[in-house]
C-alpha cells in the first residue's frame, strides 16, 4: 500500500492540480459550464480507480457525481460524501498568485479549493485507488461528491430522497474538517448549525439630501446598526429571547477535556494581528468558537459607499446575518425566531424585510462509536499519536440531512489546517496533509470493516 | 421688465437646457472636460449679457467664472455666487430620463442640477441681462461661479484669500435654498454646518471563515455597528462629550415664531411614504431639520455584499459619518471631537482609522439687516405676499468663509422646494420658479440699492 502511494506521489499531485485549475464556483451562474467540467473530470477519476458504476446525475443545479464498488454485499459500506464546487475568489488581486492556477510552494498548494474541498476529498479516490491495485479493500464503497455545497446543497436533499436504496450504507466518511496541527492529529466530533439571513431596512421611499432632512426622518443605516447592535448585550451573549432555550451546555466533565485541547492564544492573536480576542464572557475562546452559538454580520450596505463624500439619507440599508447553532438548536426554528424578534424590534419609521437563506442543523459523533474509534486508530497509526476529539466551529449541514434520510452517522476525519485560509484569499493544502490523508484512509476502511463486522 | 423678461422666456429656458445638458460632475475626474465646457458656457453667457469683464479663472481644481458689470464705484455692490458642478446622477436606472437630458413637464424641468444649482444661478444671469437690456441695473453687480461646491469648495477660499480686492462688495447674494411652497415664499436666514468624516474599522488582519472563527474575533461589522449605534442614546440625543456646548439654544419666542412656519406633517410623511417621523425627543419635526445638530451615516459597507450567501467574518468595515452643526458649533472642532471619541469607544480587537473630509461652519442672517429687509421687499412684491423666514437643514460652507475673509454678509434668497429632489433621482425645478426668480432678483436690487445709500 504505502509502495503504491511512494511511487505515484507525483501523478496524484498532478491530478489534483489538474482539479484544481477549473474553476468551479457553485455561487456565481458564469462558471456554470467549469462547475460540469469539474464534475466530468471527478467521475472520469473515479472510474478510473476502479468503480463498478460511475454516474454523473443531472439535478435541478449543479450535478452530483456517484459511483460505487461492491465486492460484497454482506460487508459493511462506507459512502465518502465530498464536493467539486469551490467558494467564489474575490477578491482577486488580494491573492498572491491567481487562485486557479495552482503553484505549490514551501510545502503547500495554492488554489481556491485546494482544503476545501478538493484537495481533501481527491484524498479518498487515491485512497481507492490505492486499495483497489493492492487488492485490499476490506469493504464496499461509495462515493457522493456533489456540486453546491458552497451554496447551500439546495438539490442535495432532493437527490438523497430520491435515492435511499442506491445509497445505502452503514457510515459516511467526509474529509471537509482541520486537525489542530500536523502533529497533532484531531477528529471534528461537533459541527455547528446554521441560520442565514439577509435584512432590508427601509426608511424614506428615496434617498434624501441630508442636510434638508438628517435629524428628522429615520436614517435607515443608523437604525440598522442599532437593531444590529441590540442583538449582543455587554457579555456578548445574543438578546434574541428563547435563541438558547434548546442549547444543550456541556457538563463540567466535558467542558474540562475540551480545555485539553493544545491551543496557543497568543500564537493565534499574533497569526491574526488581533490585540485581544473577543466573545462571550464565561467562554474560552476554543468554546466561543465550536461549542456556543453566535451571530455574526458577513455583509452590510447601504447608502453613499463610492469615491469622496455624499451628503445623502439613503432610502434602505441591507445587511446579511449568521447565526451559529449548537445541538440541540434547530436550524427553521432559529431562523423564524430571527425573523420576529428582528421585525419586532424595528422602530415606527422604517419597514423592514427579512429573508432567510439556506440553513444547517448542528451534529454530534459521540466518541464510543465504531466509526469514531476506527477513525481514531486509524488516525493514531497514522500519525504516531492519538486523535484529540474537538468540536469544530463550521457547518456542514448535509450532515444531518443524511442521519435523518438515510439514518446513517457520520465520522468528520479531515486533515486541513485553520491556517489553510478557506473562504479566504490564498487559500492552500499542505503536501504533508495530501499524503497523509492518502495513508490514513485505507486504515480506516481496514478498522472500521473489522469493528463493524 | 416684465416685458423684456416676458418676451425672452423661451430663448432663457433654452439656454438654461443646453447648460443642463452638461455632464458637469465635479466628484468625477471622468467628467473634468465637461466641467469646463459649463465654466465656458457660463463665462460666455454673463459677458452676453451684459458685463465689463469676465474671466474664467483657473485653480488647482475646477475653474471659478468671475464676471461684473461696474456702473458707479460710490454705487453699492451686489455679489452673485452659485455653482455650475452638480451632484453625481447615480443611480442612474432610477431616472425616469437620463438627467443629463432635459425633459420639461408638468411645468418642471427634469436633470440634474435643474434645482442645485444651475437653474437658480442662471436666473441671476437672466436677471442681470434684463436690468442691462432696460437699463435699470441700479448698482454695480459681480459673479462668482465656482464649479466645486458639491465636493467642498476646497479652492474657493484661496481664490478668495487672493482675491479680495476684486471681489470686494457690500453683500453677497446665493439662490440655492427653498421657499416652502409657491404660494408660501421664505428666506432662508440660517444654515447649518458640516463635519464629514470617514472611517475604517479593522478586526483580523484578513478574511476569515465565520464557521471557524465566528464567535472568537470581534466581527468589524458588529463592532462598527454598535460604535455607531451608542453615538445616540434612546431620546436620539447624540452622545458624543460636549457636543452640544457651544449650541446656543433658541429662545422660547424664536421657536414660538418658527412653530408659526406653515407645515403639514401628514403630507411630509406621505410624501416620503413613511409611517412616522423619527428624531431628537423635545424637538418638532421642522426644528430637528434645522435648529438642531444631527449625525447621520451617509453610507456603510463591510464584508460579502455580492449575490447570495457568503459565510465571510470579514476584516474591515467602513461608514462615512457626517454632522450637521448649528451656531456656534465650529466644524474643525466637532470634527476633532468626533475622531477623538470615536477611536475612545473601539474595543479591544479591533483598530480604528478616521479620516476627515470638508467641512463647513453654520451661518445666520439677522432678519434686521438691510440685506434680509430687501430681500424680504422683494418676494413680497413678486409673490403677492410676505416672505417667511426659515432656517435650512442644508449647509452651503463657503458662507461662513465669505463672512471671514471678506466681511460680507450673505442673503440667502433661494427659489427652489424641497420636493425638488436635489442629491436625488428625478431632481427638478418648476418653470414657475425659474421665472419667479428672475423677476424677483431685480427687485432685490431695486430695494438693497435704495435702502444701502
Redesign the interface.
Known sequence: MQGYIEQNKEKFLNELLDLLRIPSVS??SKFKGDVRKAAEFVAEKIQAAGADLVEICETAGHPIVFGQKIIDETLPTVLVYGHYDV??A?PYE?WNSPPFEPVVKDGKIYARGACDDKGQFYMHIKAFEAMMATNTLPCNVKFMIEGEEE??SDNLGIFVAANKDRLKADVILISDT?IIANDTPSIDVGL?G?S?LEVEVT?????????????????P??????M???L?DENNHITIPTFYDDVVDLTAEERAAMAQTPFNLGAYKED?????????TGYS??E??SI???????????????????????SK????I?M?LVPNQQSDKITALFTKHFESIA????QVKVRP??GGEPYVTPTNSIEYLAAEKAMEEAFGKKPVPTR????IPIVALFEKELQVKTVLMGFGL?SD?????NEHYGLFNFYKGIETIPLFFKYYAEMAQ
Open positions: 455561487a456565481d467558494q467564489p474575490d488580494l451554496i447551500g482541520a455547528r446554521l442565514y426608511g424614506p421611499n428615496r434617498d434624501l439630501h441630508s442636510g434638508v432632512y438628517g435629524g428628522a426622518v429615520a436614517n443605516i443608523n437604525v440598522l446598526s442599532k444590529i447592535a441590540s449582543h491574526l494581528a488581533i490585540d485581544e480576542v473577543y466573545g462571550e475562546t476554543i466561543r468558537a456556543r452559538p453566535t451571530l455574526d454580520v458577513n455583509g452590510i450596505w447601504g447608502g453613499y459607499i463610492g469615491e469622496g463624500a455624499k451628503t445623502v439619507l439613503p440599508a441591507y445587511a446579511k449568521s451559529r422602530p415606527a419609521g422604517v437563506h439556506h469544530g466551529g463550521g457547518s485553520d485560509a478557506i473562504h479566504s484569499p
